[in-house]
């Protein structure tokens, strides 16, 4: 892999969320890549750290949240360290995010058409109110909402149409990068399937470099070249998309691809992974997925099984079964 084509670097990341209790390890020791036009999806069940990273990348975590350790690498530079006005020039214009709920992401007391406007106005001075509203129209046609409809205010728009108005918000700064933050929450299958197709053309089209957050597998799997698997707060396997479902070496995300029907497979019971997601103020000692692992042995409740390649290249587990 060459340096140059790599946008963003995570390396080592660990994100957590101070509260009375104690410290929530939401992310910890967070490592991946994602190449200039490739897209990556970080998978996982609820409160696996999915958002957190996303927001760490962007700095926006809620109040009580920090980045404790690791480096955000994209475009050569750490944002780390980087101060919040600095931050700002980067949002948008570097890394931009498609929150997930539509509705909550939009100010329902002003017009989806300003709101796109201050996007662009904010991270470009001296832009004319002329090109402002050509671009607002170009960004609409993009996502394939009429041009007119942006004098409208988001509760005049259907959920689809909102995801959709959203996607052109993003765009706004033309961004190397998009995070995708469970983009088809809330939408019926057929405004699904149309948000993601939309996703995957602009990635093709603009070379956008993207990160596709899902709890869902077959959203990642048709749309990502790359795919890492959380759990509580770790990277537990990563690699090729192609890979990782074709031989998933994780017990937890062997539970994952079996708990979702195959359509074109034998029909068999779909299974659970049995028991829930721990706590991360006081996670398992060692491996965390420990206490509902169906291969658990003594070794994983001592030591902690570090992401190494196994078999495959370019293919990363964190098991002790290998």
């Known amino acids: 892999m060459t340096a140059n084509s790599t946008v963003l670097s995570v390396q080592d990341l660990s994100a957590y969320y101070y509260t009375l209790n104690g410290w929530v390890r939401a992310a910890e020791s967070v490592t991946f890549d994602v190449e200039m036009g490739q897209a990556m999806g970080l998978a996982g069940e609820s409160g696996c750290g999915k958002t957190t990273v996303a927001m760490s990348l962007l700095k926006i975590l809620p109040r009580g949240g ?73 960004l609409l046609e993009t996502v394939g909402i009429e041009p ?35 983009p088809g929450t809330a939408l019926d299958v057929i405004v699904q399937a149309q948000t993601l197709k939309l996703l995957r053309d602009l990635k ?5 470099s993207m990160i596709m957050i899902s709890h869902d597998l077959s959203i990642i799997a048709e749309t990502c070249e790359k795919v890492a698997i959380m759990y509580a707060g770790r990277i537990v396997e990563y690699g090729d998309a192609v890979s990782i479902f074709k031989n998933p070496m994780h017990p937890y995300t062997q539970g994952l691809i079996k708990a979702f029907p ?10 659970s992974i049995p028991g829930t997601p721990p706590d991360l103020i006081h996670p398992p000692p060692a491996c965390r997925f420990n ?3 169906p291969y ?11 992401l190494v390649e196994h078999g495959e290249k370019n293919h990363l587990a964190a098991c002790h079964l290998y």
């Open 148 to 182: 007119s409809r942006a004098d409208n205010y988001p509760h005049e728009f259907s959920g689809g149409m909102r995801q959709r108005a959203l996607i052109a918000m993003a765009l706004a700064a033309n961004p190397k990068m998009l995070i995708a933050d469970e």
């Open 66 to 138: 920090r980045i404790r350790k690791g480096k955000i690498i994209f475009d050569g530079e750490d944002l780390v360290p980087l101060s919040e006005n600095e931050m700002r020039k980067r949002r948008w214009k570097g890394i931009s995010i498609v929150f997930q709920g539509a509705m909550s992401a939009f100010n329902p007391v002003y017009k989806v058409g300003d709101q796109i406007a201050e996007a662009i106005k904010t991270h470009e001075s001296g832009v004319s109110k002329a090109d402002v509203e050509e671009r607002i129209a170009k």
């Open 296 to 306: 658990v042995m003594d070794i994983c409740k001592k030591i902690d099984p570090q």
């Open 262 to 271: 195959s359509i074109k497979g034998e029909r068999v019971r779909l299974t």
């Open 204 to 208: 093709d089209r603009l070379g956008l």
């Open 291 to 293: 206490p509902r692992c």
